[in-house]
């Protein structure tokens, strides 16, 4: 059976160059293509091959998320997940508006992948796999950069379900402020084989090239009240945290896309990013430590357990549980909890 795809993007620019190259490349491959505005964003927004909702058209749709949801915050584009979940998606892949995609952006994703699998990794700075230089992801506690990276066998490739796919950016990847204030850019990254973090192995990842499966489609949750620039990389942890439970591997691969990053304050990236540098390590500590029930048909429970975590650790505002309880809610009414979801499906 084949797959329907979407592809969300959040964005307050006018269709730019990867706009219309997500749009024309969504038309060609027969993909829903959804682009959420938010207060910033332009009055007027006209592309071809994508569904763009501004502020008033995300309040029409009736989700009790849109009504709740903060403006000028990121995680307006949770809006656009329920909305391609409503629309029966199978797949959404997401991403930015700085981010070219490649041809092979487009491709078909599979979720079985044959990859080199890693457990009990603890902190891995996955990017050191498909680069040399001194590296690493927005997101990574700063004491684990220089950490023993784990060996892989180049021989020996393992057949995991990754319902949740990270793919890497060329050019202008993501990196933490620290790395942007100091050390050279661009990079690129080898196609390498694909590397799958299980149980206790932990990286961030983000959602700038990320796929996600049915059956995880309720991780895709973006955190509204902590820093702009850390609401997907904790997202992230709980994703992986729940993963475990699930049997879900987090797959990491070539990069397909080209990033042109948009301009930045790096000053005031650093500034957002000191909750991350100070409280990463612990987050992932505090998530292990959670006694979460084992399957997926316990996802929403266990959102509920990790991210009252959160708030006891004082890293997540109490108020994100009150959209959290939106966001469940939403999608147990345009019927997520009632899909047929079907594990391993490609």
């Not at 499966?213 to 994703?239: G, K, N």
């Not at 005031?268 to 000191?274: G, W």
């Amino acid at each position: 059976m084949q797959n329907k795809i979407a592809i969300v993007v959040t964005s307050v620019s006018e269709p730019n160059q990867v706009l219309k190259a997500i749009a024309s490349g969504a038309t060609e491959h027969g993909y829903e293509f959804i682009v959420v505005g938010d207060t910033k964003s332009p009055g007027q927004f006209s592309l071809a091959g994508c569904t763009y909702y501004d502020v008033a058209a995300q309040l029409k749709t009736g989700l009790v998320f849109a009504a709740e949801c903060p403006t000028r915050h990121y995680s307006r584009k949770n809006i656009g997940y329920l909305l391609a979940i409503r629309d029966g998606a199978d797949v959404i892949i997401e991403t930015d508006d700085d981010n070219m995609p490649r041809t092979s952006f487009f491709l078909p994703r599979a979720r079985q992948c044959a990859a080199h699998s890693l457990s009990n990794g603890q902190w891995v700075n996955v990017y050191r796999y498909f680069c040399d230089s001194l590296i690493w992801p927005r997101g990574l506690p700063l004491n684990a950069v220089h950490g023993p990276l784990p060996a892989l066998d180049a021989e020996l490739l393992t057949n995991v379900d990754c319902p949740i796919q990270q793919g890497l950016a060329d050019g202008n990847p993501d990196v933490d402020a620290i790395y942007r204030l100091l050390l050279p850019l661009p990079q690129s990254f080898r196609r390498e084989s694909a590397v799958a973090l299980g149980k206790n192995s932990w990286c961030p990842f983000n959602s700038q090239n990320t796929t996600w499966w049915v059956d995880a489609f309720p991780l895709l949750y973006l955190p509204s009240f902590c820093s702009f620039r850390m609401t997907d990389i904790w997202r992230s942890f709980v994703a992986q945290r729940i993963a475990w439970e699930a049997g879900w591997h987090i797959l990491f691969h070539e990069a397909t896309v080209w990033q042109e990053r948009n301009e930045h304050d790096l000053m005031n990236d650093f500034i957002e990013e000191i909750s991350g540098y100070t409280h990463n390590a612990r987050i992932a500590e505090t998530l292990t430590s959670l006694p979460l029930k084992q399957g997926r048909e316990h996802i929403s429970d266990n959102m509920r357990t990790c991210y009252q975590a959160l708030v006891d650790i004082a890293v997540v505002a109490p108020e994100e549980l009150g959209l959290l309880d939106a966001w469940l809610t939403d999608l147990e009414n345009i019927g997520w909890s009632e899909r047929n979801c079907r594990p391993g499906v490609s």
